[in-house]
């Protein structure tokens, strides 16, 4: 069975880059276009996690953010710096991710609008990475499936 890893800001919310604080604490909060449809779609068949390098933001805040938007409901864990004991920026992020989750890399698929941060080190330990790139970059490598809007998951690769 696949296992679904997505990143928060700018992936599944939108993360105002002139907003300071806690996102579940903004005035305003939005999801990303498509959100909700792709992972009500995903999530009758697979599990779907959060891999976010927020540290400002704990576990609970970071639900609390995604229930303000209807996202909740359909996101089966959260993976961040507070849980976890390492940051996003370490090597060991997405391998401790894997072994908590107790599943083979192969099994998962890491959906991110970071080429750096999310497809980089998700390739590096063999899970199948897919970059979100709505403003239309290109990946550095075409073994990258990339995405420029959320409901193409939901199609055939």
């Known amino acids: ?49 959060l891999a976010t390098g927020a540290v400002d933001s704990s576990e609970q805040d970071i639900k609390r953010a995604f229930q303000r938007v209807g996202l909740n409901q359909y996101i089966t864990g959260v993976f961040c710096k507070e849980n976890l004991g390492v940051t996003k920026e370490s090597p060991d992020f997405f391998r401790v991710i894997l072994q908590q989750l107790d599943i083979p890399a192969s099994q998962v698929i890491m959906v991110g609008d970071s080429y750096a941060k999310d497809i980089k080190p998700a390739l590096s330990l063999g899970i199948t990475p897919v970059w979100f790139a709505p403003d239309n970059n290109q990946p550095p490598s075409q073994e990258v499936r990339t995405i420029r809007c959320l409901s193409e998951l939901c199609t055939a690769t």
């Open 1 to 49: 069975m696949t296992t679904y890893l997505f990143d928060w800001g700018d992936t599944l919310m939108v993360d105002f880059p002139d907003i300071d604080g806690k996102m579940c604490d903004w005035a305003n909060v939005e999801a990303v276009t498509g959100a909700e449809e792709v992972l009500a779609q995903l999530s009758k068949d697979a599990p779907i996690y």
